[in-house]
């Protein structure tokens, strides 16, 4: 039909029209009050081209034996009421541009096809009415979009009609797309999907809470489809953007996963509806009829939806599968964008292990508390030390050192899923004891202290035995009373309760036996100390004290005592072992009898030799003279000797006492000459007179060693001088004789003992 008018209305009251194709472009045809256009026979297509609308109200039909076929620049249906049945056989909707119907209704024979993006329900925006009708026709999707914009759970009606969408990911996902907007709660929407052999797997969308729309159109879209059964792995090709099926140990799942997927995308919400989506399957895609390897348990088929952010499948979503219904329906979800699988969960063991760390040296044990929720355990293996242990619940291990080692515990299902746990145990080091200790000489207190050291646990305790003793100190003071090998053992204990003995033995030394002999002396006399001590080794020091001072470090010590009394003399004595001992004795220093005498008279002349010696010392009871003349030696406390010549002499005198201390005095003796001298007082000078012609001393003139003669007038005038006692004065005075008269004199005579003897007087000249 040509364009005559920009709009032609048909009012279709009682009989249709037939026609054999329907072109429109630009135009606008309305439809009202229940009429019908027909278009009938084997090229009865529509065709709309340009700005071109159908617009019915009222109930109003388009039936169409042809393919629809939308090339224009419009959706094709202009409002949200009347219907468009395909009344023929294989029909396709098909252009270059969608068509937006409001009521779609398959009917005819055959398959209906859409080969662009469709939308039925009426209109791209805002809540519309329309329905999808298919009748017991089924509608082939090629890897389109159909848009039910219908938000109603009714938007779909069939008797046994399925939408056929199963298309490789690879030419392109077959979708519906519901606007569901914001959903109404309590609405269950139901896709009627169906496999290529027409086997019906609806999927459903149950609204329990409304979502939030950023604006109309907020929408559900799912496709579908079943994966190669017999590939190694089978599940194949996968989902786009989702890269492999391990379940979360990172095991392949394929054999545990439904041969089918589905892919959901939710658009325009800021928060989306919350729902229960129930997905459908047929017996082959799980129960391996089709050649497939699956080993899965229909009852425990459960949702995993891929989650792009952790790239890994969501196997915590719950579900429930109705095994008679071929049905699996989750919990509520709030996102659920993505690609999802219905799969056995993989119901791996947990591993698990139980053990407490311990000392080195002490066998820990590793007690098995895996456990499995579905099925048994059937294989297990303890990893540990680089060694490993099968099928076995308990592993005693006894470790190589101390340390920290991990110890791995790996268990696998009886569905073949493995999954271990790796534990750390501690190890604890063993301290390691030692000691050292002071002295090991008999008789004294040897102190022990422990030097024990642990990398780990401080601080430590310690248990000692010494000898048969117990201390629980550090360090312990302890006696030996007996020398020997002596048992010492130290237990070391740290924090964690790990210990270490240590036995060892002490030799307790024999201390030196200290003998010193002396011999008891007298005062201001030598005395000899000499060592002859004894010892096991050899003697490394002395060490002399008298009356409590250090006198000497030599071997024997000799020392002279001033007083007479007791002193104590200590010797220490210490051997190459480091045991000293000492030993306190007391020397009796006796008092010396004191030599002293007198003699009278005190000046004696060969005249007179005869000298008396008398004690005047004291503690003395024996004495012994010697006068130092080569006379025979005399004994008493006084004696008389007589000396027989002039000289000097040294007297000796020998006092002793019952200690046998004798003392020793000497003292010199003097006998002198007799000097007799004559002075006379006057005397004749001159060549006349025969006598008395000089002045000077006479006499006994024997031992005078000098003179010194002065001669003065009356008037104290020095005339006259000599100390030549062989020069006397011959009465002149300067060359001339003097006068006659009276003169003074003055002479000095000194001895050989430098006695001094003086004279003075007054002489006469007489001429």
């Known amino acids: 039909m040509n364009k005559l008018l920009s709009y032609i209305v048909l009012t279709l009251s009682v009989s249709p029209v037939f026609a054999q194709g329907w072109v429109t472009k630009d135009a ?8 019908h256009v027909v278009i009938h026979g084997a090229t009865a297509n529509y065709t709309s081209k340009g700005t071109a609308l159908v617009t019915a109200s009222n ?8 393919d629809w076929n939308n090339i224009g620049t419009s959706p094709a249906v202009g409002n949200n009421d009347g219907t468009v049945e395909l009344t023929g056989n294989n ?16 009917s005819g024979g055959g398959i209906k096809s859409i080969l662009v993006s469709t939308l039925v329900g009426g209109g791209f925006s805002g809540a519309k009415n329309g329905k999808l009708d298919l009748t017991n026709r089924h509608l ?17 009606s069939r008797t046994s009609g399925l939408l ?24 269950l929407h139901s896709i009627p999907f169906g496999t290529t052999d027409f086997l019906y797997i609806p999927l459903s969308i149950d609204v329990t809470s409304a979502g939030t729309q950023v604006a109309d159109s907020g929408y559900i879209a799912v496709a579908t489809y079943p994966t190669n059964t017999t590939a190694v792995p089978n599940n194949r090709p996968l989902p786009i953007g989702v890269p492999h099926l391990d379940n979360q140990y990172k095991i392949e799942n394929d054999t545990k996963a439904l041969d089918r997927f589905f892919v959901i995308t939710t658009n ?49 979503i719950n579900g429930t599968t109705s095994v008679s219904n071929n049905e699996t329906v989750t919990e509520n979800l709030r996102s659920y964008s993505g690609a999802w699988v219905l799969s056995n969960y993989p119901y791996c063991p947990v591993p698990n292990f139980t053990f407490n760390n311990d000392c080195y040296l002490e066998p820990i044990l590793f007690t098995d508390s895996s456990y499995i929720q579905l099925g048994s355990i059937d294989t297990s293996v303890w990893e540990y030390e680089n060694n490993t242990a099968h099928n076995v619940n308990t592993l005693l291990h006894g470790f190589s050192s101390d340390g920290t080692f991990n110890i791995k515990r790996k268990v696998r299902g009886n569905r073949g899923c493995w999954d271990s746990i790796t534990k750390s145990v501690q190890v604890y080091p063993l301290p390691q004891s030692s000691f050292m200790h002071n002295d090991t000489c008999a008789s004294d207190v040897t102190k022990f202290t422990s030097t024990s050291t642990s990398t780990l646990g401080m601080p430590l305790t310690q248990d000692w035995t010494i000898d048969g003793s117990t201390y629980k100190t550090v360090s312990p003071n302890h006696a030996f009373g007996t020398t020997g090998i002596k048992d010492v053992t130290l237990i070391t204990k740290n924090t964690f309760n790990c210990f270490d003995t240590l036995n060892s033995s002490v030799e307790i030394k024999p201390l030196p036996e200290i003998i010193f002999r002396f011999e008891n002396i007298c005062e201001r006399q030598d005395a000899f100390f000499y060592d002859s001590s004894k010892t096991k080794g050899s003697i490394d020091d002395w060490r002399w004290k008298v009356r409590g001072k250090i006198v000497s470090y ?39 009898a004191k030599a002293k005498f007198d003699l009278f008279p005190e000046d004696i002349y060969i005249t007179d030799p005869f000298v008396n010696f008398v004690e005047s010392g004291s503690d003395a009871n024996s004495w012994n003279w010697y006068f130092g003349d080569f006379s025979p030696e005399e004994f008493g406390p006084e004696v008389m000797h007589q000396y027989l010549d002039t000289g000097i002499f040294r007297a000796r005198l020998i006092a002793n006492n019952n200690f046998r201390c004798a003392d020793t005095f000497y003292r010199t003796v003097i006998i002198k000459p007799n000097l007799n001298i004559f002075i006379p007082n006057a005397f004749s000078p001159g060549p006349d007179n025969d006598v008395n012609t000089t002045f000077g001393p006479g006499g006994m003139l024997y031992g005078i060693k000098s003179l010194d003669m002065t001669i003065y007038t009356r008037w104290g005038e020095k005339i006259y001088h000599t100390d030549d006692i062989e020069k006397p004065w011959n009465g002149t005075y300067q060359g001339a004789l003097v006068q006659e008269g009276t003169y003074l004199y003055l002479i000095t005579v000194k001895n050989v003992y430098n006695d001094i003897f003086r004279y003075s007087g007054s002489l006469t000249v007489i001429r």
């Open 140 to 156: 082939l999707l090629n890897s389109n979009t159909l848009i039910i914009n219908n938000p109603s759970a009714g938007a779909f």
């Open 59 to 66: 109930n109003g039909t388009v039936h169409l034996d042809g």
């Open 554 to 592: 030599l071997q024997d010590h000799q020392q002279v005592f001033n007083t007479a009394g007791s002193y104590p003399v200590q010797l220490r004595v210490q051997n190459s072992f480091g045991c000293l001992d000492s030993v306190e004795q007391n020397i009796t220093v006796w008092p010396k």
């Open 91 to 106: 029909q396709q909707i098909m252009g270059s541009r969608s068509t937006s119907f409001n009521n779609l209704t398959l």
């Open 268 to 316: 325009g919400y800021t928060s989306n509806p919350i729902v229960k989506l129930g997905f459908t399957y047929v017996d082959r895609e799980w129960d391996g009829s089709a050649g497939g390897l699956n080993d899965i348990i229909e009852k425990d088929l459960k949702p995993s939806r891929f989650d792009v952010g952790f790239a890994s499948w969501n196997y915590n």
């Open 28 to 35: 606008h045809v309305v439809l009202k009050d229940n009429a």
């Open 164 to 187: 056929l969408g199963e298309t490789n990911p690879s030419v392109g996902y077959s979708k519906v797309q519901w606007n569901v907007r914001s959903g109404v709660p309590g609405s």
